[in-house]
């Protein structure tokens, strides 16, 4: 039962049904009306009661990148009112951000140097930012004010003011970023002189009966930054100042402490909102408290309400993942919801530069104009549904056999492993990955809910697939070999063998490779729930970068983590032959022995598509798709994003020739 999440909550005027909030997330696609307003749409009409927009930028200095929203700008109209327009229909609220990044800005957006509180370099954005002079910092003000007020005139239900994460609210918040000695800082009650002139200036703009949330932060973990005391006064003084709720913001760009990858333990930082909530509750301002960061589940959010932690609680990427996670969870249906990760990968990652935003494990997330679904689940979108064979469940197959069933056609799903998930279900064993397995557990029961016939323990072969009207080819990779000479001295595995069996490994092992699986190897090898324990682990490459193709979000975060679990990482190593005290190689201070039991081959992989050949001879129409078309930079991003094009191409062209065929009979 989810007597918490499913009980109505009130933000000030602000009614809501349930107490789940759709967080802020930056999509890069501000500039396509369109698109955003078909997100925002199937996210509002799968059960998201209230959602918090990306961030609008108050001025061009305080944007973000070139894809930010300027609410103060005669465009915004334009292009916001098709969004509220959708949001609205469905049955959905929708909150404004107001945003202004300050020192983590970029200068090239619009050729306008960062400006701050005070000139501290930021490693951020990599620059100098400009001090705001005291007029400077009226007028941001104002702009906060002029954009809350052009948010309530376009018919936003209520507006966020953006004070965490160190931009520019936090920013005059931090003793670490402002230096000023006037009214605008110099102690702690002056630096809070900001953060209250905004919310005040912004609380006169729209009036009493307005609805405004504060995004104030809980913990920056940056040295030097305000206090976990200094911060909970903050909120106190912002709830007195007439802030209808407040959402608890975690850590900044410029932090070294992981808040929001995959690593990070469910619900870590949940404790910091209840602390704010404990100190308001003190104070006599008992204004709702939002606290948020890897709570993936309304599951895991009825634990948090449930201990006091938050009134209510925001998730921002578990929407990507699933627009309906709320309606599914409503209905019971929890089994069918596709869960987030916390890989980053195709959200946070792609949200810090240009490209447009998305979800590994959902790639029609922000692209639903590109990829529609049926009307209606229960009415197929073909008129004449032809029975089609993806061979392969690894991510690209999965995502193919299941966009084909959503088409409307029957699919036979083929794998030759004993269980759907391909490299997946390596992931899914390492410290910090397990939700991985969540992915395998939906399109599991997904699957079954379309139709899908899973077939597993046996690949076909040419002849099983003669009488499909078409062939999609998943059929993966397969590890990448390195020939080393003396192989036979030492046992040496690759990396599928090394997962499957750890226990062969003995206490010193040395991977071959360092990109995202020698990575994640080497933490599964170092934690102390191995099987067997924790080994002394090495990785090595020829180049240079180790972690190469992780994520620039989470790479950092992982590579501390594996350093402060011993394992070593050396680049520009080159691996010469095994030998029975371990692996010889070659750096730059000459030859040498790395001492090992074992070693492991993870140096890339190569594509394993067994079957092109031979369907062509047969003349059997296919398409491949994920790993077994190219191995090259391959990561799960792709698998998925190629499963949604090549499942959505081939139920056009079985559309196209179906049509064909009508138009064909009707002329003869």
Sequence with gaps: MLDRVFSPVSLGPLRLDHRIVMGSMHLNREEDPLALAAFYRERAAGGAGLIVTGGAAVNRAGAGGANYLLINEPGAAALMSPVLDAVHEAGGRLALQLFHAGRYAWEATYGIRPTAPSEIYSDFSRCLPRAL?????????????????????????????????GYLINQFASPLTNRRQDRWGGDPQRRQSFPLAVLQAVREAVGAAYPVIYRTSGADFVTGSSTREESRDLAVALAVAGADALNIGIGWH??????????????????????IRTALAAAGQPVPVIGSNRINSLELAERSLAAGHADLVSMARPFLADAAIVAKTRRGESNLVNTCIACNEACIDRSLGAEPVSCLVNPRAGRETEFPLPLRPDRRRVSAPVRVAVVGAGPAGMQAAATLAQWGHPVDLYERDSSIGGQFQLAGRVPGKEDFLQTIRYFRNELARLGVRVLTGAPPGAGDLAGYAH???????????????GAGLLPVLDYRQAFADVERLGARVVIVGAGGIAVDLSRLLSDPRAPGGPRNVTILRRGIRIGEGIGP???WAVLQDIRAAGVRTLSGTVPLSVTPKGLRVRDRTGGRILPADAVVLAAGQVPH?????QLEDRGTAFTVAGGALDATGLNAVRAFDQGLSAGTAVARLLACRTRSQREGSGRG
């Design 471 to 485: 062939v999609v080819l998943a059929t993966g990779v397969l590890p990448r070999p390195v020939p080393l000479p």
């Design 254 to 275: 410029e932090s070294r402490v992981p808040t929001v990858q995959g690593l990070v333990p469910h619900g870590r930082w949940m404790e910091i909102a209840g602390g």
């Design 553 to 555: 979000s989470t790479r």
């Design 609 to 613: 598509n067994p079957l092109q050949a």
């Design 133 to 165: 002079t005291s007029r400077e910092v009226e007028d941001t003000v104002g702009d906060f004010a002029a954009g809350a007020a052009a948010a309530r005139a376009l018919g936003f239900d209520a507006v966020e003011i953006m004070g965490s994460e």
